[in-house]
């Protein structure tokens, strides 16, 4: 199990697939990791709106497609690791800073992507 010291950190991961979003939640919250289920970009808004600040945010291609959700992400990409799970046959359009992974992966690849993510950001 993952500990940090300073304060748990958050990750979102955002897909309107529940298969996606609830898997690759359970196994980071199984390492320890406070993650957070979203369904769409537009909740993100509101969830930093709350005041919660994620560190990562796992994000599924398909919510790229629209363009103020897009340019919102990007916006937030600029400070904190976004990482866009994609397809390789129809790809999402490009979001600036963002990290790709490509379909087809395991939901192990893409906690293991955020794992390293987090200890980078706890050094």
Same mark, same amino acid.
Do not use: C
């Given at each position: #199990?993952?500990?940090? /010291? &300073?304060? #748990?950190?958050?990750?979102?991961?955002?897909?309107?697939?529940?298969?996606?979003?609830? /898997?690759?939640?359970?196994?980071?919250? +199984? /390492?320890?990791?406070? /993650?957070l289920g979203l369904e769409t970009a537009d909740? @993100?808004?509101?969830?930093?709106?709350?005041? #919660?600040?994620?560190? *990562? @945010? @796992?994000?599924?291609?398909?919510?790229?497609?629209?363009? !103020?959700?897009?340019?919102?992400?990007?916006?937030?990409?600029?400070?904190?690791?976004?990482?866009?799970?994609? !397809?390789?046959?129809?790809?999402?359009?490009?979001?600036?800073? &963002? +990290?790709?992974?490509?379909?087809? $992966?395991? @939901?192990?690849?893409? *906690?293991?992507?955020?794992?390293?993510? $987090? *200890?980078? $950001?706890?050094?």
């Open positions: #199990m993952l500990y940090f /010291a &300073a304060k #748990m950190q958050i990750v979102f991961v955002v897909s309107p697939d529940w298969t996606l979003r609830t /898997a690759v939640r359970a196994e980071l919250r +199984e /390492a320890g990791v406070d /993650a909740d @993100v808004g509101k969830a930093l709106a709350r005041g #919660m600040a994620p560190s *990562v @945010v @796992v994000i599924d291609g398909a919510e790229l497609e629209n363009s !103020s959700a897009r340019e919102a992400l990007a916006n937030l990409a600029r400070h904190v690791t976004v990482i866009v799970v994609d !397809s390789r046959v129809t790809p999402a359009p490009e979001l600036i800073g &963002a +990290e790709r992974l490509h379909r087809p $992966l395991r @939901v192990r690849d893409i *906690v293991t992507r955020v794992l390293a993510r $987090l *200890v980078a $950001l706890a050094r």
